[in-house]
């Protein structure tokens, strides 16, 4: 069973720095894609980014260039550095991966990020 654990959200200043980090487990092939979503109360959940195993990026427009996704395969670990906050990035964020075998997507719990004005 896939099992997914979030850590480091929580409140700061816009143009200050956050850091998440997701730990994956539970998939004996490990995870083909792992990234992060977010979603705010009332509207879909949305990409962040999302990192291939070879450490390709995909990022949201609205966050290229102040955000900055790395997973280590070894650790089965995804981290997302926001950088530039803006209060607008308020959200929750949700670690998300895809498995190596039969592409078996998994959520987190979600992590609550607050940027303050």
């Known amino acids: 069973q896939v099992q997914l654990v979030e850590s480091g959200g929580g409140l700061v200043q816009a143009g200050g720095s956050l850091g998440l980090s997701c730990v994956a487990s539970g998939s004996t092939f490990g995870f083909v894609i792992m990234g992060w979503y977010r979603q705010v109360p009332g509207k879909e959940r949305d990409l962040v980014a999302t990192?291939?195993?070879?450490?390709?990026?995909n990022y949201a427009d609205s966050v290229n260039g102040r955000f900055t996704i790395s997973r280590d395969n070894a650790k089965n670990t995804v981290y997302l550095q926001m950088n530039t906050p803006k209060p607008e990035d308020t959200a929750v964020y949700y670690c998300?991966?895809?498995?190596?075998?039969?592409?078996?997507?998994?959520w987190g719990q979600g992590t609550q990020v607050t940027v303050s004005s």
């Open positions: 990192i291939t195993t070879i450490g390709t990026p």
């Open positions: 998300y991966v895809r498995t190596r075998i039969f592409d078996r997507e998994y």
